[in-house]
């Protein structure tokens, strides 16, 4: 069985870069055809999409977050990870990693991270 | 790209059934075949229940089930169970120029 499971810091200064990994166990996201992506739930509000990566390159993102975020993958490490610059009192969130099947299906979560800005 | 609307809440009593729906664009639920829905237990992980607009992922019950027409998408849940009581998102592709995936603003169902 899958898992996915989110690690980092929980508060980071304004203006400072959130970083977050996500460690996959169960599989391998060098030999996957799927997507892994962030998703984020600010207190109170709704689940929005930050981003989603291919394996092999290809990175997609939220056009309200694109000029502040990268994803990337570290196969030997079978991690990905997530970089927010900037950060402001608004990008407080759960953050979620998943797995993406390229078209918005997340079929496996992480239990996500509180990160306080 | 904006985010899906959807009901802040709906209710039911157990044994009832519930209807929630996900509205998009064209350029997003209305021309794709990417719908997705998630049941989301606060503190918990999201859990996929629907894609592709209607199909279930192995271990998903029958009672629920989803569906599409036009722009507008839609979660039905059958004999509602107090478990049923949770936050539900639709979520849909829009590639039309850019890839692109939104959420809904999520909907409270109550099970009375």
């Known amino acids: 069985q899958l898992q996915l499971q989110e690690s980092g810091p929980g508060l980071v200064k304004p203006s400072e870069t959130l970083s977050l990994s996500c460690t996959v166990s169960?599989?391998?996201?060098?030999?996957?055809?799927?997507?892994w992506a962030w998703v984020r739930q600010p207190p109170g509000k709704a689940l929005e999409w930050i981003g989603s990566?291919?394996?092999?390159?290809?990175?997609y993102y939220n056009p309200s977050l694109r000029s502040r975020v990268t994803i990337s993958v570290d196969n030997s490490m079978n991690q990905f990870s997530l970089s927010l610059r900037s950060a402001t009192a608004a990008d407080t969130a759960i953050y979620f990693c998943a797995r993406d099947d390229g078209y918005g299906s997340f079929d496996f979560w992480g239990q996500g991270k509180l990160v306080a800005v | 790209q904006s985010a899906l609307a959807q009901p802040r809440s709906v209710s039911g009593s157990p044994g009832q059934s519930v209807t929630i729906s996900c509205t998009g664009t064209s350029g997003d639920v209305g021309g794709y075949n990417y719908v997705s829905w998630y049941q989301h237990h606060p503190g918990k992980a999201p859990k996929l229940l629907i894609s592709?607009?209607?199909k279930r992922p192995s271990g998903v019950p029958d009672r629920f089930s989803g569906s599409k027409s036009g722009n507008r998408a839609s979660l039905t849940i059958t004999g509602l169970q107090a478990e049923d009581e949770a936050d539900y998102y639709c979520?849909?592709?829009?590639?039309?120029?850019?890839?692109?995936?939104?959420f809904g603003g999520g909907t409270k169902l109550t099970v009375l």
């Open positions: 169960g599989g391998y996201i060098s030999r996957s055809s799927y997507f």
């Open positions: 979520c849909s592709y829009g590639g039309s120029d850019i890839f692109f995936v939104a």
């Open positions: 990566m291919y394996q092999g390159g290809s990175a």
């Open positions: 592709e607009v209607y």
